[in-house]
């Protein structure tokens, strides 16, 4: 069964402390992994999509990174205001048509001030 | 309008009667897709339009579930029969073209007394 996997479920971090949020995958057929950022009460914003093993993308303090089993979500020198909920998810090639995303369920970030 | 709009916000409703959400995609998308966020839980995806076909409904969880698009924009999601089960927040995202990144609606909370 394919399978989007999220860790830690809730990390808690000093303003300006840097870490990384992790996201596993196991699918046969990735066809893109994508990340959002969801704030309480308000739908899922997109921040990067990422393609294939290798692939980079960055943001402000984010930067993302996918290997053939896992993506991470980089957050350097973070700022309060990127306390969110941090969402991964994947598309796979399917027989037929599009497939919706495959979510995991989330890490819980919070930077404190 | 700028980005996805859903309407109502929140829905209050009785066990046994029907419910419709309503979904406003953003100008131009062709894909659409509806999801349900349950409490603890991640995101679960339901159906896909493109155009105003939905060549795949499995993910709907019960034959109570239709959903309709019309004029290749406003979808409708309608739940037949509501049990206290189908309390959630109903997501809509639209995508410029199957595959590329979703963007988020901010929901309808769904609360079946």
């Known amino acids: 069964e394919d399978q989007v996997t999220q860790s830690p479920e809730a990390l808690r971090l000093q303003e300006g402390e840097s870490s990384s949020l992790n996201c596993s995958y196991t699918v046969s057929g990735l066809r893109g992994l994508f990340w959002y950022r969801q704030d309480p009460g308000k739908g899922p914003e997109f921040l990067f999509t990422?393609?294939?093993a290798g692939e980079e993308k960055e943001k402000e303090r984010l930067k993302a990174t996918l290997t053939k089993k896992e993506s991470f979500l980089h957050i350097t020198a973070p700022k309060p205001e990127d306390s969110a909920t941090y969402l991964c998810?994947?598309?796979?090639?399917?027989?037929?048509?599009?497939?919706?995303?495959?979510f995991g369920k989330g890490t819980h970030l919070i930077i404190q001030p | 309008g700028a980005g996805v709009s859903q309407s109502p916000s929140n829905k209050v409703t009785e066990k046994g009667k029907d419910v419709e959400l309503r979904c406003d995609p953003i100008s131009g998308h062709t894909a659409l897709y509806w999801y349900r966020q349950s409490l603890g839980q991640g995101l679960e995806f339901l159906i896909y339009f493109q155009g105003n076909s939905a060549p795949d409904k499995s993910g709907l969880p019960s034959d109570r579930f239709s959903a309709e698009r019309t004029g290749g924009s406003v979808s409708t999601l309608t739940i037949q029969r509501t049990q206290q089960e189908d309390s959630a927040v109903y997501l809509c995202a639209s995508s410029s073209a199957l595959y590329q990144p979703q963007h988020f609606g901010d929901g309808t909370r769904l609360s079946i007394l």
């Open positions: 990422l393609y294939s």
């Open positions: 998810a994947v598309t796979m090639y399917s027989g037929g048509g599009a497939d919706g995303l495959t």
